[in-house]
């Protein structure tokens, strides 16, 4: 088994290009493959977000927000901590997509069509819109405080994917993922530290949608028991 160890690399900032902490963190990981190590692997994405290769840098979980580049400081870079590490830089997400499936993140409906398609107004569209945006990277998960202390945390991506569905006026599938979103480990481990709010590369409001998520569940669960007693 191979010892984890950390190299020393200088790689020259360009102010009009490095600006960004996500350009210059993927520019001097491609600059390590081409002049130093040809096997570290940089991911085929460019500046555009992957989980797999989400790093730490200046203590900053994960690295791909619009922050600006702290000049002419040297910094740790690290491979994501909520993963495990297959190689580097990279991260097994094989956890990640597992969850992510558990939930059922796709249509369901049982009903025949009456028409050609299912429709939907614009503001029944809009209802979804920006959950549908996410990319399925899991940077959110490396910023996500909660993940650290409890892995078993169901994640904000995987509940936001869960809400895309559950708000979507085609769909009838709220109660199947109920029994995974309403576990001890689904939705209420959250506590709205926003990480995964500041971290996410399409400013997706994940964290609130977490909370609709929690409403919608007592909500529901409310109207069960009403019925019961109704009985």
Same mark, same amino acid.
């Given at each position: 088994?191979?010892i984890?160890?950390?190299?020393?690399?200088?790689?020259?900032?360009? /102010?009009?290009?490095?600006?960004?902490?996500? !350009?210059w #963190? !993927?520019?001097?990981?491609?600059?390590?493959?081409?002049?130093?190590?040809?096997?570290? /692997?940089?991911?085929s994405?460019?500046?555009?977000?992957?989980g797999?290769?989400?790093?730490? *840098?200046?203590?900053?979980k994960?690295?791909y927000?619009m922050?600006? +580049?702290?000049?002419?400081?040297?910094?740790?870079l690290?491979p994501s901590d +909520?993963?495990?590490?297959?190689? $580097?830089? #990279?991260?097994?997400?094989?956890v %990640?997509? @597992?969850?992510?499936?558990?939930v059922?993140?796709?249509?369901?409906?049982?009903?025949?069509? +009456?028409?050609? @398609?299912?429709?939907?107004?614009?503001? &029944?569209?809009?209802?979804?819109?920006?959950?549908t945006?996410?990319?399925?990277?899991?940077?959110?998960?490396?910023?996500?405080p909660?993940? &650290?202390?409890?892995?078993?945390?169901?994640?904000? *991506?995987? #509940? =936001?994917? =869960? *809400?895309?569905?559950?708000?979507? !006026?085609?769909?009838?599938?709220?109660?199947?993922?109920? !029994?995974?979103?309403? $576990?001890? $480990?689904g939705?209420?481990?959250?506590?709205?530290? %926003?990480?995964?709010?500041?971290?996410?590369?399409?400013?997706?409001?994940?964290?609130?949608?977490?909370n @609709?998520?929690?409403?919608?569940? &007592?909500? $529901?669960q409310?109207?069960?028991?009403?019925?019961?007693?109704?009985?």
């Amino acid at each position: 088994m191979n010892i984890p160890m950390n190299r020393r690399y200088t790689h020259p900032l360009n /102010p009009r290009i490095d600006c960004w902490m996500c !350009s210059w #963190i !993927s520019n001097i990981t491609k600059t390590v493959r081409w002049r130093f190590e040809k096997a570290v /692997p940089t991911g085929s994405a460019g500046p555009m977000p992957c989980g797999s290769m989400a790093k730490i *840098a200046w203590r900053v979980k994960p690295w791909y927000g619009m922050w600006r +580049t702290p000049m002419g400081l040297s910094s740790p870079l690290n491979p994501s901590d +909520t993963f495990r590490v297959q190689r $580097d830089l #990279i991260v097994n997400q094989s956890v %990640f997509f @597992e969850k992510y499936r558990s939930v059922r993140p796709y249509l369901i409906n049982s009903q025949p069509v +009456t028409e050609k @398609e299912r429709l939907q107004s614009p503001e &029944e569209r809009k209802a979804f819109d920006r959950p549908t945006q996410c990319i399925r990277c899991a940077v959110c998960f490396s910023a996500c405080p909660i993940l &650290e202390e409890n892995p078993r945390f169901l994640g904000p *991506a995987v #509940i =936001a994917q =869960a *809400a895309r569905f559950n708000k979507d !006026s085609r769909d009838m599938g709220f109660g199947d993922r109920q !029994s995974v979103l309403n $576990d001890p $480990d689904g939705v209420w481990p959250c506590q709205n530290h %926003f990480e995964c709010t500041r971290s996410c590369p399409r400013s997706i409001p994940i964290t609130k949608l977490i909370n @609709e998520t929690k409403r919608e569940i &007592e909500a $529901d669960q409310k109207n069960i028991k009403g019925q019961r007693q109704n009985i």
